[in-house]
């Protein structure tokens, strides 16, 4: 009861906790950050003065956890936060200058950049990723400087001459002062150099990923989310990784982009193995020998697709997956509307020739080119079972009209949109 108080009254608050509880199991993670899209909660990338090591609540959004970086270690995080507390970073500059060196490094700078974790500071993650680089030679060569003075400093020890040996403090306090003045010029100049153009969504979001193992920001899929919804007026049945073991034996269609292809030997000849992964997590699809060679050029590390297949269960070993038939690219535009027409058997011939004459007459800008046969499906009708027997596109201005006239046409059971 407590919980759902909670959940209901402090969601930003209640989801960061329960996702720091589960932050070591990724498909619990995958699941409650999709429960946070749902529920219109964004869920943003680490931030360098608002995340703390796990993930936290920011106003109404959700903040990644620093920990949740690739290659920062515990000993980096616990520097950079212990740095934090004497005051926020004001600046990528003021970051480097307190931090870089020992356990913050190259590594830890560039996952950072890529992650998003320095975007309050106002520069392109391009940008921040390309001056590092450079910093870390300004920096290794001022070191250089630093350490030969030092090494002359050293050498004072046993200097008689006291005025000599106070001209040669001086000497080397201006050649201090000076390599400093170079070093914040190269690193200013490193960081404020000629607008660099941000990486494209597709690089933003896979660097995401391969940082912090999840898309936050962007999703190759985003701009397919209409049409992935408007496949639900294809005859097959509309999956997504997350229900694929719900349609065994099914014909279905599935649309993701493609990653981790292997290509095996079989006993009958050869297979594609490869997955698909969407917005709710992975699924595994499979193509054997025909389907292989057809769509080789399709199947492609990165490339968003859409896969039409049956889905294939063994119990033995619980695998399971998409049997490749059939796959193509998508389109960002969704599906036109379509309706789905219902009549007997005996009927369909002519309840076909009836919606024809109909759509032509009445609709010269209706699409006819595509009418399909959903063959061994059944729809339940007035306590009576009843074919289902094609689907034809229809402009979204004429769908209420279409379906009205199509009523009229004898032994039509029902008429059902499908957007």
Known sequence: MACAWLRANYYPEFMASLLTSVRNDSDKLNLYLQDCHTHGAKVLPPSINISTETFVADGDSIRFGLSAVKGVGEVALNSILEERRKGNFTSFEDFIYRTY????????????????????????????????????????????????????????????????????????????????????????????????????????????????????????????????????????????????????????????????????????????????DDLHGTATVIAYNKQRDAFKDIIKEGEVITVIGKVVHYPSSDFTYVQLQDADFPDTKPLPPKIMVYTEQEYVKDVIQEVDNVIKKEYDDVPLNIVEYKVGVFYTYMGETKEHVMRWPVSEKDLDDVINKLYEIDNVFSVIPVK
């Open 101 to 276: 060196g020992n356990a913050v490094n190259k590594t830890v700078l560039e996952s950072f950049a890529y992650s998003g974790v320095f975007d309050e500071f106002g520069h392109t993650r391009s940008q921040i990723a390309n001056a590092i680089a450079p910093i870390i030679k300004a920096f290794n060569s001022y070191k250089g400087k630093i350490k030969r003075i030092e090494d002359k400093e050293a050498t004072f020890v046993n200097f008689d001459d006291l005025d000599k040996l106070e001209k040669e403090r001086n000497k080397l306090a201006k050649r201090r002062e000076k390599a400093e003045k170079e070093l914040k010029e190269l690193v200013h100049k490193a960081i404020h150099t000629d607008a660099v153009e941000e990486f494209d969504s597709t690089t933003l979001a896979n660097h995401e990923k391969e940082i912090l193992g999840f898309y936050v920001t962007n999703h190759p899929l985003d701009e397919y989310r209409d049409y992935i919804s408007s496949l639900v007026q294809r005859p097959e049945r509309l999956i997504d990784s997350s229900t694929v073991k719900d349609a065994i034996g099914e014909q279905v269609i599935i649309c993701g982009y493609v990653s981790n292809i292997l290509t095996k030997n079989v006993k009958f000849g050869k297979k594609l193995e490869f997955n698909i």
